[in-house]
């Protein structure tokens, strides 16, 4: 079945970047829409990103629009998601997922990686 297995996590200091990766196999990549989430403790999961199957569209959330950036390769059946400008409200289990015609809804997306932690200190 599809996997997608998130990297790129870690904890680094407010203003730094991370890039996070999700590798995503067993499947057709390309067919997908692939979104970027996150959980923080005691918080429900929140959309971040997504982009379509070509990259001809991309969506951020409000909060991190401008900071983050969302790219795939679909070459490497990979998804990336760009984070500069760190905050420590960003601070969250990232999730990437992969959907048809999916949306900013989580409940549109098919498949899920296990995540990745993100800590940003201040």
């Known amino acids: 079945q599809v996997q997608l297995v998130e990297s790129g996590g870690g904890l680094v200091q407010a203003g730094a970047s991370l890039r996070l990766s999700c590798a995503v196999s067993g499947g057709t990549f390309s067919s997908y829409t692939m979104g970027w989430f996150r959980q923080a403790p005691g918080l429900e999961r929140e959309f971040v990103a997504r982009?379509?199957?070509?990259?001809?569209?991309?969506d951020y959330s409000d909060s991190v629009k401008g900071r983050f950036a969302v790219s795939r390769d679909n070459a490497k059946n990979t998804v990336y998601l760009q984070m500069n400008s760190l905050k420590p409200e960003d601070t969250a289990v990232y999730y990437c997922?992969?959907?048809?015609?999916?949306?900013?809804?989580?409940?549109?997306?098919?498949?899920w990686g296990q995540g990745t932690q993100v800590t940003v200190s201040s």
């Open positions: 997922a992969a959907g048809k015609s999916a949306t900013t809804n989580s409940d549109t997306y098919l498949y």
């Open positions: 982009i379509s199957r070509l990259s001809l569209t991309r």
